[in-house]
């Protein structure tokens, strides 16, 4: 079966930090889709990336970085230098290829990021 | 462009009322999902459509909820009658394709159940 496990219920750093967000997948298939939302306290879940399970090349977009690796079966998300603003609840999701149109969404993590 | 639109943004209603949430999915967006997120359970997917058909009911809680999707821009999320264990904020989202898809979320609805 499908799962997603976020460990880091909860994390609070100080406004400039790095800060990764840890993400666990489990599949039994070739073909997935692996996702990061962020939930801001307004409260709409934003979409932020899709991965495919055959691109494992990390991506960055200005100060947001995503690590992913099939060995581990893992896809961490970075905040480098962290502002205010990136205060939210993050997700993320996994959806198989083969099995349905259902995306699987982690407990989310609460990131404070103190000024 | 507009995103998904939901109304209303709060409902506050009394145990056994009908309770109607409303959707309107991005333009040209094919699937329609709705979530419900609460603090216990997170996260969970109540029912999406295809081209205005239900495909997977499978997460709704039980016969007191239903969905429906009359045109490719509406769909409603009924509750009846309500229960104040229905508490939480409900989602739609709606997306272009199949779950490998991003899926575009609404602000959501949050409801309240006394």
């Known amino acids: 079966a499908q799962k997603v496990t976020q460990a880091q219920t909860e994390i609070s750093v100080v406004e400039k930090e790095d800060v990764t967000l840890d993400c666990v997948y489990e599949t039994r298939d070739t073909t997935y889709y692996l996702f990061w939302y962020k939930q801001p306290p307004s409260g709409e879940l934003v979409f932020l990336i899709r991965?495919?399970?055959?691109?494992?090349q990390n991506e960055i977009s200005g100060r947001y970085s995503w690590n992913f690796q099939k060995s581990t079966s893992s896809f961490n998300f970075t905040i480098t230098a962290s502002q205010v603003v990136d205060s939210a609840v993050y997700f993320c999701a996994l959806s198989e290829a083969d099995r349905d149109d259902k995306i699987i969404f982690g407990k989310g993590t609460r990131l404070h990021i103190l000024p | 462009d507009a995103g998904v639109i939901q109304s209303p943004r709060h409902e506050v209603t009394e145990m056994g009322q009908e309770v109607t949430l409303r959707c309107k999915p991005i333009?040209?967006?094919?699937?329609l999902f709705w979530y419900r997120q609460t603090m216990m359970r997170g996260l969970e997917l109540l029912i999406y459509?295809?081209?205005?058909?239900?495909?997977?009911d499978s997460g709704m809680p039980e016969d007191r909820f239903s969905a429906k999707m009359p045109n490719a821009s509406f769909s409603t999320l009924k509750i009846q009658p309500s229960e104040p264990r229905d508490s939480a904020v409900y989602f739609c989202?709606?997306?272009?394709?199949?779950?490998?898809?991003?899926?575009?979320f609404g602000p959501g609805t949050r409801l309240t159940v006394t």
């Open positions: 459509f295809n081209n205005n058909v239900p495909i997977d």
């Open positions: 333009s040209g967006h094919d699937y």
């Open positions: 989202a709606s997306s272009l394709g199949t779950g490998t898809y991003e899926q575009y």
């Open positions: 991965r495919n399970s055959f691109d494992e």
